[in-house]
């Protein structure tokens, strides 16, 4: 190294006699370099030069530049790009020259309305710009870009493709676009060929050929809907309650579907999303949005375009997708959750791009809006810009060109175009918030409302090209911190909640059209929505219910249509035109026996659906299992793999019937078997063995049995019969049990005096013991999903035990209704039980006055039901069928019934003489095998077991075979 530092000319050195100039060496000294990487086997078969073309290289730097002018704020129309070495930026201060006049020196001329930046000159990918760029929050020069349909009706910060609009894999061999002149003249041929133009022919001035397609969708829209112009009636327009809806939990959002007009979705403040069908006022199904954070509301639940999605935005900050069939509209999986905002997340709107890709937008409290990919769940776009919460998002597609707005609380409306990092144009409501936007049907009208101080009005229409407000509607006068949100219908009238009132305007008519109250009073303001085809309105109230209205006309025809459910409850319609305080032209009121204002009222009372009744045991198949001791069977259950029946009769002894095969063969081979015949497992039984309330749990692998009647836990072997333990002596004496999930050696019992035990039983150590309950504990369910065990005791009290780390420390407790208090003397016989479904979504507490279904982990109530009609007897037992479809249910007066899973309905009633005379059910036991899902047993007061399922085969559900 010292020889070449002071050599003068370092080609003296031999072994750089032969290098010539620097870019031979430098060639030289490349090849060594590549003949080193390729022979090192460390990079063998893994390193692989690129082949790049030079066309691809152009289009990368293409790309480059177009993104960079993209986000000049006052980009030129002849961009000066002389290197590549730093960032191109338009200066700040120029005058905008006339590109058809004065072109710059180094660009070369192009058809009007482009440029061609010089870089690329002789090629035929030119980067194209529009002459017609926006000036930042300004007006525009120039002629408004057009469609191939030269439509001229989008606001001036749509009338441009923003920078240059050429697609990546489109510009190696891209088409100069048609002048105005030559759309025109293709637009005016269509028209000529088009019979929907007829009359309207070349010699139109162009303007008004250009304006007459928005004008016949117009009054095509205003025929669909059933109402003419000039021949309006109120009667037209939903005023009257077809349907109230009642909810256990205060609903906060409702969205119809897009193509069925009957199918309601509706959000709530415990998390969960349900539909409804209107048409028959059944809930269809119920899902909990957030299953990993607890305490969550749904602020804002939409179907996507198809009906194929469902997003919920979530006050946790997150969001989540729920897949839905198109077809049977049935939920697929599970919902997809996503961390989108800091702070709860406000609204939440899909829209597709302008390459049909479907993304959600969502913005929060956090001043942000964001876009996002259905498919992947990645974040697309961030804009950032708001000063206040951001309330409500607004996506819409013009001209071929997808933007985007949001409204803010200070009042600002923003307008922002995808992948722009700055919003294109603000509105602003002085002194206002700003809570909703929409547009019309047609795309053509844009409308806002909010919050005032309530002496002027929030409603206004916007005049998109001006930015400012084209129209103010007066008697809107929130002045809440309710969300009010408008909608509209027809592409002519306005609808929203207000003064607890609901009130209709027209277009373009600043006064009030009318309003309607009602009996039961809606909030201060409200969300409202309208079905597709304008022809149901639901409203959201603030007592838990959601009202349907429909016309007047079309009301009797809806409500003789629909089959009530027994579980909801059909509101007379009654509701109370009120006209408005200013002048309302064209106003028909609606006349009633002389009453003005008041429509006609429906009186026609709710119908009754009667579930079907077996009343003998030859109607369904059947197979008595008979013990000739006649003591009473206390619990019963089947095998895991299905394939035995074991019962714990009073007198502390089990039988254990047995069968080959599947849980058909129950009803020709199964049979008492003892493994002796002087085997016999026989519980301990404590002092008072006339009270002992007795339990019973099976392994996961069927080989042993956990017991006990009053006495000390037993643990047997179920295969020989043996006893392996036996522990705990009373008191308190074991009330209930249950294996862990995961764990063979891991009980859970609870105990008469209200205490739960985690208990060992290969190292006989007692791991927790807690207390929490006040009263004996009956009925104890593990779940791996949650990672919590839940208790339930005599006092319908529940408490969730978390067992991550065995830590068994309490996450939630509540206590249920209790409903109608059983006698004394069978408190003893009957036990509040608890059952997960397969999913875990859910948790199913049975008493015996009623029968709860929970929603977890939050335990808010998703269904109910109490003794009515002819089931008016205390539950007895109950359980879950293994697919969680149904629930079967046994009653002391000797009746049993099965319940829907979802919707606790009741299906099916089976009359006291199939068990037989003066008997009753005293344990109930589904079949574990899902293929038998319709199977149950039914331990009787005399201590036999009837087993039970459809005549048509145990795969149907019992409604079906009624």
């Not at 302008?354 to 804009?383: I, P």
């Not at 002819?870 to 046994?890: E, N, T, V």
Request: net charge neutral.
């Amino acid at each position: 190294m010292t020889g070449l530092l002071v050599l003068d000319n370092f080609r003296e050195n031999d072994k750089l006699a032969h290098y010539g100039d620097a870019r031979t060496a430098r060639a030289l000294m490349f090849l060594e370099l590549k003949k080193l990487i390729e022979s090192n086997p460390v990079f063998q078969d893994k390193l692989e030069f690129p082949k790049m073309h030079p066309s691809r290289l152009r289009t990368v730097v293409n790309q480059a530049l177009n993104w960079q002018h993209k986000l000049c704020k006052r980009p030129k129309p002849v961009p000066e790009i002389n290197t590549l070495f730093v960032d191109h930026s338009c200066d700040t201060d120029f005058s905008r020259p006339n590109p058809a006049t004065a072109l710059a020196p180094h660009a070369t001329a192009a058809p009007s309305g482009q440029i061609t930046l010089p870089m690329l000159q002789g090629q035929q990918n030119h980067v194209v710009y529009s002459q017609n760029l926006p000036m930042s929050h300004g007006s525009f020069q120039g002629q408004p870009l057009t469609t191939s349909l030269g439509l001229q009706s989008a606001p001036q910060y749509l009338n441009l493709h923003q920078g240059p609009v050429l697609m990546p894999m489109q510009m190696s061999h891209m088409a100069q676009p048609p002048s105005l002149q030559a759309m025109q003249q293709q637009e005016q041929q269509k028209r000529a060929r088009d019979p929907a133009f007829a009359g309207s022919g070349p010699a139109n001035p162009p303007n008004q050929v250009l304006q007459r397609p928005a004008k016949v969708r117009k009054q095509k829209d205003a025929q669909m809907f059933g109402m003419a112009k000039k021949a309006y009636s109120a009667e037209d327009l939903p005023t009257s309650v077809v349907l109230t809806l009642r909810f256990i939990s205060q609903p906060t959002t409702i969205c119809f579907h897009p193509k069925n007009a009957n199918y309601l979705l509706a959000g709530d403040v415990a998390g969960c999303v349900s539909m409804f069908d209107t048409s028959t006022t059944l809930r269809v199904w119920s899902q909990n949005m957030s299953t990993m954070v607890e305490n969550v509301r749904v602020n804002k639940a939409v179907w996507s375009p198809d009906g194929g999605l469902i997003g919920a935005a979530l006050s946790s900050g997150r969001v989540a997708l729920q897949a839905v069939h198109t077809n049977s509209v049935a939920v697929l999986g599970k919902p997809v959750e996503v961390s989108a905002h800091d702070g709860p997340v406000n609204d939440l709107k899909f829209t597709t791009l302008s390459n049909d890709k479907l993304v959600v937008v969502t913005c929060g409290d956090d001043k942000l809006v964001k876009v996002w990919d259905v498919r992947s769940g990645d974040m697309m776009y961030n804009f950032e810009g708001h000063d206040d919460r951001v309330f409500c998002v607004c996506p819409q597609i013009k001209n071929s060109i997808s933007f985007l707005l949001s409204a803010s609380k200070d009042g600002t409306i923003k307008v922002w175009l995808y992948g722009s990092t700055s919003s294109q144009v603000d509105f602003k409501v002085a002194g206002s918030y700003c809570t909703c936007i929409t547009y019309s049907g047609d795309g053509s009208r844009l409308f806002s409302c909010g919050r005032g101080d309530g002496s002027s009005t929030t409603l206004f229409e916007w005049d998109e090209q001006q930015g400012a407000i084209k129209e103010r509607y007066t008697n809107f006068l929130n002045s809440t911190n309710d969300r009010a949100v408008i909608d509209t219908v027809a592409n002519r009238f306005i609808v929203t909640v207000d003064e607890h009132k609901l009130k209709f305007w027209e277009f373009d008519v600043p006064h009030m059209l009318f309003s309607v109250t009602f009996e039961e009073e809606l909030p201060p303001s409200s969300q409202v929505c309208f079905n597709y085809n304008g022809s149901l309105l639901a409203v959201l109230g603030q007592n838990k219910f959601v009202k349907v209205l429909s016309s007047s006309k079309d009301a009797a025809h809806f409500v003789g249509s629909r089959k009530d459910d027994m579980n909801e409850v059909t509101e007379p319609a009654m509701s109370v035109r009120e006209k408005s305080a200013d002048p309302v032209q064209d106003v028909l009121p609606v006349r009633n026996e002389g009453v003005v204002g008041r429509p006609t009222p429906l009186k026609e009372p709710p119908l009754e659906v009667r579930p079907p009744q077996i009343t003998e045991r030859a109607s369904c198949t059947s197979r008595l299992l008979v013990d000739g001791e006649g003591h009473s069977i206390q619990y019963l259950v089947y095998s895991n793999i299905g394939t035995g029946l074991l019962a714990l009769a009073g007198n502390a002894t089990h039988r254990f019937w047995k069968w080959d095969g599947d849980g058909t063969s129950v009803f020709q081979g199964a049979a008492l078997w003892q493994p002796t015949p002087s085997a016999v497992m026989q519980n301990d039984r404590g002092p008072s063995a006339s009270d002992a309330f007795a339990c019973m749990a099976i392994s996961r692998n069927d080989s042993y049995v956990l017991s006990a009647s009053g006495g000390k836990v037993s643990l047997f072997n179920l295969l020989t019969f043996k006893i392996m333990a036996a522990f705990m002596p009373p008191p308190p004496a074991a009330s209930c049990m249950a294996f862990h999930l995961e764990d063979n050696n891991i009980i859970a019992i609870g105990r008469d005096d209200g205490s739960l035990l985690i208990y060992n039983v290969r190292l006989d150590d007692v791991k927790v013991q807690v207390k929490e309950h006040d009263s004996m504990i009956t009925g104890l369910a593990y779940s791996t999903r949650h990672k919590c065990l839940v208790s339930v005791s005599s006092d319908a009290k529940v408490c969730v035990w978390d067992t991550v780390d065995d830590s068994y420390s309490k996450k939630e407790e509540i206590e249920l209704h209790s409903g109608l208090a059983a006698p004394a003397a069978e408190a003893t016989s009957t036990r509040v039980s608890c059952m997960f479904t397969t999913s875990h979504d859910h948790l199913v507490i049975a008493q015996p006055s009623r029968i709860d279904i929970l929603s977890m982990p939050s335990l808010q109530s998703f269904a109910s039901w109490t003794p009515r009609g002819s089931l008016l007897s205390p539950i007895s037992s109950a359980c879950l069928s293994c697919d969680s479809k149904q629930i079967f249910c046994g009653f002391r007066d000797g009746s049993m019934a099965i319940f829907d899973g979802t919707t606790l309905s009741v299906t099916c009633i089976f009359h006291p003489k199939v068990l037989g005379e003066g008997l009753y059910c005293t344990a109930i036991a589904s079949h574990s095998n899902t293929s038998q899902s319709s199977q149950f047993a039914a331990g009787l007061s005399n201590g036999h077991v009837l087993v039970l399922e459809p005549r048509m085969g145990s795969r149907h559900l019992w409604s079906e075979a009624c």
